[in-house]
């Protein structure tokens, strides 16, 4: 397995894979992996010939009192764990490589970014569109595979793609979660034993929504209320949102008639974490 650490070195051996006509599937990450990863790079590697893996934690998608210095890393580890996932190629660039001291030009999606998340978050998704972009100039990926769990960037990358040409086709990879629900995040790291527990109220939400909508309820203020409501009992978790959107265009609906989307995020002492599912009636 290869380690390569700047952008330049990146490139040029992208441009050696492509010439030599391999198909190329890519894995972006920030690292600290989990089986969510795991299974991206997995569904990932038997599309392509070489599986390029990305480590890097973004500086431009946190903002100024988010958790940029203290989110986990552990890079021997995740080189283990690349290895042992079939990864031929791990990029790892420092972010001074990556991004100027004086950059000025961004990507930024207007419209799928608006709510959810990028409500909360705001220039969130500029980061976002941002490196994952850069990502595809270094990697030129044939194939790209990006997680579920992340609804909202899931889109908009897929939208990104779309608007701007991109050369790279878009897999969705299904979320990943623990025996008990709770969906796998880096960020689970930062739950203590008790907290770990009330975590599982995300879960228990969408599992009610989803049982509520297949014995006929539409009406999005009678199911928001009702996850509201359970994860309410929590004490340790604060409610950032819950929304129900249209899966394709993530504008707000107020029935569930199509394919809905319900996402939320919900503060579990000072840990985000998000969620979400598909409803279909």
Not at 74 to 80: M, N, T
Request: glycine share 6%; net charge negative.
């Amino acid at each position: 397995m290869e380690i390569i650490r700047t952008p330049q070195e990146m490139q040029r051996r992208a441009l050696e894979l492509e010439r030599a006509g391999h198909m190329v599937g890519f894995v972006p990450t920030m690292g600290f992996l989990h089986d969510g990863h795991l299974s991206l790079m997995h569904l990932a590697r038997s599309r392509c010939d070489v599986l390029v893996a990305s480590i890097f934690v973004n500086p431009a998608q946190f903002g100024p009192n988010e958790d940029l210095d203290a989110y986990p890393r552990d890079f021997a580890r995740d080189e283990a764990l690349c290895e042992a996932a079939g990864v031929d190629i791990v990029f790892y660039p420092e972010p001074a490589s990556m991004y100027a001291s004086d950059a000025s030009v961004w990507i930024d999606e207007t419209r799928l970014s608006q709510g959810l998340c990028g409500a909360s978050r705001p220039g969130h998704f500029r980061g976002v569109c941002t490196v994952v972009a850069k990502l595809f100039n270094l990697v030129r990926p044939d194939v790209a595979v990006f997680g579920e769990k992340d609804a909202q960037q899931l889109r908009i990358i897929e939208r990104m793609v779309r608007d701007l040409d991109f050369p790279v086709e878009i897999v969705r990879g299904p979320t990943v979660r623990e025996a008990d629900g709770l969906a796998m995040s880096s960020r689970n790291k930062y739950l203590d034993a008790s907290q770990r527990r009330d975590a599982l109220c995300l879960k228990r939400s969408l599992d009610e929504v989803t049982d509520m909508v297949r014995q006929g309820e539409r009406q999005v203020a009678v199911l928001r209320d009702a996850m509201a409501d359970g994860i309410g009992k929590v004490a340790a978790a604060a409610i950032d949102y819950i929304e129900f959107v249209d899966d394709a265009t993530l504008v707000p609906v107020q029935l569930v008639e199509g394919r809905t989307l319900v996402a939320m995020a919900v503060k579990i002492g000072p840990t985000r974490l998000i969620d979400n599912a598909v409803l279909e009636p």
